[in-house]
């Protein structure tokens, strides 16, 4: 069984049906205000696309997608989506959105070589987001004032919640605070990550750690990404690297750390050939999606994704991801849930 959180002396403060209420005020109003601050319209996305054409999310480059042969097309092969990183910014091209605007989804996607545990399923649901910017908007200031909008957004969604429901109470605090991954190993040089995130989340409530995918000054990466969404490697006006990040929060009921968002300012031309070399992926430019990017056919961007289920979980203040979607777990894991009075669904 993978690491499970029980916090002790735990009850859950909604029944299932204000659970389930409570799941649908959220989405409903957190997607209002999203679409809202962002200029977003909504649009269909798919469950899957054909292996090969380099659109699907390729994660930290080592999770096996769900893979099937399509018999009418000739047993041809199709993935279910990790993510629609690459999907949305073709979606742009295609709607024609102009600079400003931009379009947002619900992305449902199966991960089956994630480790379960309370944050982590192998059904994921989230916003996926996606709108177009100009060249002089792939900035630190830029990417920095859009993650203050949706954590306002995500403010916003927490104060009605909490009025709906007064047995919770608000935790997130008023402000989002930013550190570049590298900032934060220097600051903390003898733990891990993960420990690191645990560590600046605790002190500060709510933090954008930017500089995701990139080599630190100890030759390791903060956490894995893809070569070909996220810029990672523009130097910045500081000397570090970095356009994309995670927002993360401090969660109180799990006394752990918990990312909400993964998100940037998307590669361009230049970016995408100076990543795809770093990673050793030279061969990814053939692809379809690279080729269409690399013809200045797509236009410039900046998108992410939000957790769904994850962002109910932590607003309804639930301690495991389990509780707010149905989704399949280890005997061992539901055993220790019941009795430490976690009821998944």
């Known amino acids: 069984m993978s690491t499970l959180l029980l916090p002790p002396a735990y009850r859950a403060l909604l029944d299932a049906r204000e659970t389930e209420q409570g799941i649908k005020h959220i989405k409903d109003f957190f997607q209002q205000n999203l679409a809202t601050e962002l200029r977003l319209r909504r649009v269909t996305a798919p469950l899957f696309v054909l292996k090969g054409l380099g659109l699907n999310d390729d994660l930290s480059g080592i999770e096996r997608p769900v893979t099937f042969p399509v018999k009418d097309l000739g047993d041809r092969e199709a993935e279910v989506v990790h993510s629609l990183a690459k999907w ?28 379960l545990d309370n944050l982590h399923s192998l059904y994921v649901d989230q916003w996926d987001w996606e709108a177009v910017i100009t060249a002089g908007q792939r900035t630190t200031d830029y990417l920095h004032d859009v993650v203050r909008r949706i954590y306002q957004a995500l403010r916003r969604t927490e104060y009605l919640t909490c009025e709906i429901y007064p047995q919770l109470s608000p935790f997130l605090p008023e402000q989002i ?25 605790r002190e500060y409530g709510a933090v954008f750690i930017t500089g995701i995918g990139a080599r630190l000054s100890n030759g390791e990466k903060h956490d894995g990404r893809s070569p070909d969404y996220d810029d990672w490697s523009t130097p910045g006006d500081d000397g570090l690297p970095g356009l994309n990040g995670d927002i993360l929060i401090w969660y109180p009921t799990l006394e752990r750390s918990v990312e909400l968002s993964s998100m940037g300012i998307r590669v361009d031309e230049a970016a995408l050939r100076r990543q795809l070399a770093l990673e050793h992926q030279e061969q990814r430019a053939e ?59």
């Open 177 to 201: 605070y930013f550190i570049h991954s590298e900032e934060l190993l220097r600051r903390y040089p003898d733990l891990t990550p993960k420990e690191r995130e645990d560590a600046v989340c």
């Open 287 to 345: 692809l379809y999606f690279h080729r269409q990017l690399l013809g200045g056919r797509l236009p410039l961007s900046i998108g992410g994704g939000i957790g769904q289920s994850r962002l109910c979980m932590v607003l309804l203040h639930k301690a495991h991801i389990g509780e707010i979607q149905a989704s399949i777990w280890s005997d061992a894991m539901r055993a220790a849930c019941s009795q430490a009075g976690i009821p998944l669904i």
């Open 88 to 115: 949305k910014r073709l979606s742009l091209a295609e709607h024609g959105i102009q600079p400003g605007y931009g379009i947002y989804t619900d992305m449902n996607a199966i991960r089956a070589d994630e480790e």
